[in-house]
Nanobody
């Protein structure tokens, strides 16, 4: 069973950039849809972006469209998310996970990692 491992979070000023990485542990997720989600205290985990197994289909939540870019490197069994023009409201723990479906719903995903904290602040 695949298990995701996220990295790349940190503290960044508003307007700055970060690049998150999602590695697969246990088996390859080259045949899977991979999604990024985020969660803040007291709120439900929300969809951010997804990428199809072939990398040709990408979806974003409206609030990050044009600022975040999801990509994957199948040879390295990794998925990335470049986050530019970061805003305070992007502060959250970011998680990646895999799915069989091009879904924005958390219950369609499994193999969740521990998450990586992104903090956008002066």
């Amino acid at each position: 069973q695949v298990h995701a491992v996220e990295s790349g979070g940190g503290l960044v000023e508003p307007g700055g950039s970060l690049s998150l990485s999602c590695a697969a542990s246990g088996r390859s997720f080259s045949d899977d849809v991979v999604g990024w989600f985020r969660q803040t205290p007291g709120k439900e985990r929300e969809f951010v972006a997804l990428i199809s197994s072939g990398g040709n289909v990408k979806k974003y939540t409206d609030s990050v469209e044009g600022r975040f870019t999801i990509s994957r490197d199948t040879s390295k069994n990794m998925v990335f998310m470049q986050m530019d023009s970061l805003k305070h409201e992007d502060t959250a723990v970011y998680y990646c996970a895999r799915s069989r479906w091009l879904s924005t719903h958390t219950d369609q995903y499994d193999g969740w990692g521990q998450g990586t904290q992104v903090t956008v602040s002066l």
